[in-house]
């Protein structure tokens, strides 16, 4: 059984309802402002040219125009990607890798997925990142200490050397922190008891 790193708090608050709407087929999602913004910000980083990132990003919005039909917040998105463009030269960062698949199980029935929006080298090892919306208890979310121990695996490191966080797109402040081993076995046995409900319920 697979869930999604994005989706796995709600499933913990309510695995019945979860394991229903996963048999249900699944709704065709419209991306938004902040979606396209993450699409330009993963140009730049594949292609390492902003000139070519928003050119390719100037063509996704006025592909969605007709649903998208505020132009100012057309030029807005255009102006963060500029605005990303111009922090990310300026921080002295190191890209390793964006939107980097992660596949972690405890036990082998219930996998996390999803993707991570983008790696950093940084002077202690690998920083995995989340972009967009900054939850204020981020990092009681269950996610995390399993992101950094797939992360890990991703790029065979230390489980000790990979911090996990988020970055605001707004301004693109970044909050990150290494679980420790007791913290992320305390997940790991939550990931657990979690599969053998799931696994009562299928």
């Known amino acids: 059984m697979i869930v999604s790193h994005s989706e796995l708090e709600s499933c913990r608050k309510g695995p019945v309802a979860w394991i229903a709407k996963m048999k249900q087929p699944r709704p065709f999602i419209q ?50 990607l500029d605005r990303y463009v111009s922090w990310w030269l300026s921080s002295g960062s190191i890209w390793i890798g964006h939107r980097v698949r992660i596949s972690f199980s405890v036990s082998g029935f219930l996998v996390l997925r999803g993707e991570v929006g983008r790696v950093d080298l940084t002077e202690r090892g690998y920083r995995a990142l989340l972009l967009g919306r900054v939850d204020r208890d981020w990092d009681n979310q269950l996610r995390f200490p399993l992101l950094q121990q797939a992360v890990a695996q991703v790029y065979a490191r230390p489980v000790e050397e990979v911090e996990v966080g988020v970055q605001s797109l707004t301004d693109f402040s970044i909050q990150s922190r290494v679980f420790n081993a007791r913290q992320r076995r305390m997940a790991n046995e939550k990931f657990h008891r979690l599969e053998v409900q799931l696994r009562e319920l299928e």
């Open 31 to 80: 991306m938004g402002y902040e979606g396209y913004l993450k699409l330009g910000i993963y140009r730049y980083h594949k292609v390492n040219d902003a000139s070519i990132a928003s050119a390719h990003l100037k063509k996704l919005l006025k592909a969605a125009a007709r649903r998208l039909t505020d132009l100012g917040r057309h030029e807005a998105v255009m102006e963060q």
